[in-house]
């Protein structure tokens, strides 16, 4: 994530990540990759794209074991991730740092006009970061969707219908996948290794 | 072994299709090592699964229908675990018992001269189609009225002619979509889709909805067995 600013020396020894953030990439980490694998598992069983006769993920993808095993995966993993995403939500807005973690018009401006390749790097950076908020609540709301369609028809209908929401839900998963990438390019980019390693550990003791 | 749980039909047309995406490394990666946590992840998880869903659960509070010209005739896939077996409908009879005051045995004309309810609903399987299915049929809770169920009664099991069986709690039988249908689109029944009576109800995933039940037992607890998808670590609940 984009904390890292050009005033901070490098030779500074402080972590440049808070200890919330840290909690929060991690436990983001895992319980995502579990949602992601999990995910594919129950797509397996009827993938979206072409029913059962369609494309199936190999096996080393996938978490599970079968259907029933991956909803169990999927089950469990859903609270974990929701939760995570809804208590660092509520600490950045209270410590108020939404105001420098996500992209502002001073971004724009210095992609647009600026001259400082590193500012650029960190522009890019929050545009990516906050596009994937939407992204991961489009992901959770599509979800309950297709969780409880009896209890919240409405989400469906918000989709037009089944297979719609269907295919909204999974096309999260690229989504997902491409900002990972893309997120840990930047991070490198912008602050190299010693920001990437400050965000999973870094003088945490 | 390390195939998965529902290897005791290897032939059926799921478990080919299953087979022939796996290959036999991954086949013992996440049959037999991934099996133990895969059970572990359910088991800490489901009681907390069930409590969400039962909290969200509305237990008489009708699921908005559809018109019938959104019904999808062609979604609705045919998922059989076993056979289609075959019932004499004139010595066929319809059994409430269990924890009863008033057991039944009914036929099916009987049956048919109950209220009737019709709906257009949304049917979605485990395997995360779904198909928009008219179904007509006696509403399940107007059967349990006649059978007076005993105060303790909790939980009703429905057995097949197949040897399919499953277990519900008394909430959900008692929803007023929840119905044993004779009718789909329409039309009567085709004995693929569960005739001369199977279970329909949009609060369900469609594995709690079985087909050609011959019998409706009340009780107060549930049983080791629960269901047969269940025994083999499907979640019971299943509600939608």
């Known amino acids: 994530m984009s904390s890292a600013t050009p005033s901070q020396s490098p030779s500074r020894l402080r972590s440049l990540q808070s200890l ?147 295919v909204v839900h999974f096309a999260t998963v690229p989504m997902v996948f491409l900002f990972a990438i893309v997120h840990s390019l930047l991070a490198l980019k912008a602050g190299g290794e010693r920001l990437v390693n400050s965000m999973f550990w870094d003088e945490m003791l | 072994m390390s195939l998965p749980p529902n290897s005791a039909n290897p032939l059926s047309r799921r478990n080919l299709l299953r087979l022939a995406g796996y290959s036999a490394g991954g086949m013992l990666l996440t049959g037999a090592s991934l099996t133990l946590l895969e059970n572990l992840a359910g088991r800490a998880t489901e009681p907390l699964n069930q409590k969400l869903e039962e909290l969200l659960f509305q237990s008489q509070t009708p699921v908005p229908e559809f018109p019938v010209s959104a019904i999808e005739p062609e979604k609705l896939i045919v998922n059989t675990y076993g056979f289609t077996p075959e019932i004499d409908l004139t010595s066929f ?86 119905v044993l249908a004779y009718e789909k689109n329409g039309a009567p029944l085709p004995i693929e889709n569960g005739a001369p009576l199977r279970l329909a109800s949009p609060i369900k995933l469609g594995y709690k909805l079985s087909k050609w039940v011959t019998r409706v037992t009340l009780v107060s607890q549930l049983r080791s067995r629960r269901g047969y998808w269940e025994d083999q670590s499907y979640e019971w609940f299943a509600g939608l």
Request: aromatic share 16%.
């Open chain 1, 20 to 166: 919330p953030a840290k909690i929060f990439h991690w436990v983001n980490v895992v319980s995502l990759t579990i949602m992601l694998m999990s995910g594919l598992q129950i797509y397996n069983a009827n993938p979206v794209f072409g029913g059962r006769e369609g494309w199936h993920f190999p096996p080393f993808l996938l978490l599970g074991g079968w259907l029933a095993g991956g909803r169990h995966w999927h089950f469990a993993a859903m609270g974990i991730f929701s939760l995570n995403l809804l208590w660092y939500g509520l600490y950045i807005l209270a410590t108020r740092r939404w105001r420098h973690r996500f992209v502002g018009s001073n971004d724009l401006r210095a992609l647009q006009i600026g001259k400082n390749p590193k500012r650029k790097i960190y522009a890019w950076h929050r545009i990516v970061y906050t596009a994937i908020i939407p992204i991961l609540l489009l992901a959770i709301f599509t979800g309950i969707g297709m969780y409880k369609p009896a209890q919240f028809p409405w989400i469906v209908d918000c989709f037009g219908d089944w297979f719609a929401l269907r």
């Open chain 2, 93 to 178: 009879r319809l059994t409430v018992d269990g924890e009863v005051g008033n057991p039944l045995a009914l036929d099916l004309v009987t049956v048919q001269r109950m209220p009737r309810k019709s709906m257009v609903i949304r049917h979605v399987c485990v395997e995360g189609w779904a198909a928009i299915v008219q179904w007509a049929g006696v509403p399940l809770r107007d059967l349990i009225q006649l059978a007076q169920p005993k105060p303790g009664v909790r939980y009703a099991y429905f057995f097949s002619a197949d040897g399919y069986y499953e277990s519900w709690d008394l909430a959900s039988c008692l929803h007023p979509q929840t």
